[in-house]
């Protein structure tokens, strides 16, 4: 059983920042030495859930980013190629949601991960971890 759990979460005010960190682990799943397509999502109550960013995990880590977090978000993953971080910078109160680790275990997903991502993709995911941002 895949598990992400991530970590991080809390209450800002406006203009702040937090990092988040996903980590996963269990069986089956690519060990560190593999690749595969890790991502954050968010949800905000009554919304769809929307793409924050994607990263590949490979040597290279290519990146992609939707449009509610260029500019102030970067994605990056860790040295096992297990853990990805999400770096929130000038958070505003419209990033207010339950950010979610997902990951789609496809070790040959790298075109798809940083062109194309969707969230249909992603078969594995955290439980989440709640940011609020107050004005």
């Known amino acids: 059983q895949v598990q992400l759990m991530e970590s991080g979460g809390g209450s800002v005010q406006a203009g702040g920042s937090l990092r988040l960190s996903c980590a996963a682990s269990g069986n089956p799943y690519p060990p560190p030495y593999s690749s595969n397509c890790m991502a954050w999502f968010r949800q905000a109550p009554g919304k769809d859930r929307e793409g924050v960013a994607t990263?590949?995990?490979?040597?290279?880590?290519?990146?992609y980013y939707f449009d509610s977090a260029k500019g102030r978000f970067t994605i990056s993953q860790g040295s096992a190629k297990n853990t990805v971080y999400l770096q929130m910078d000038n958070l505003k109160p419209e990033d207010t949601a339950m950010y979610y680790c997902?990951?789609?275990?496809?070790?040959?997903?790298?075109?798809?991960?940083?062109?194309?991502?969707?969230?249909?993709?992603?078969?594995?995911w955290g439980q989440g971890t709640q940011v609020t941002v107050s004005s």
């Open positions: 990263i590949y995990t490979d040597n290279d880590g290519d990146t």
């Open positions: 997902a990951a789609d275990g496809d070790a040959g997903s790298w075109y798809r991960c940083s062109h194309r991502p969707n969230i249909a993709d992603f078969g594995f």
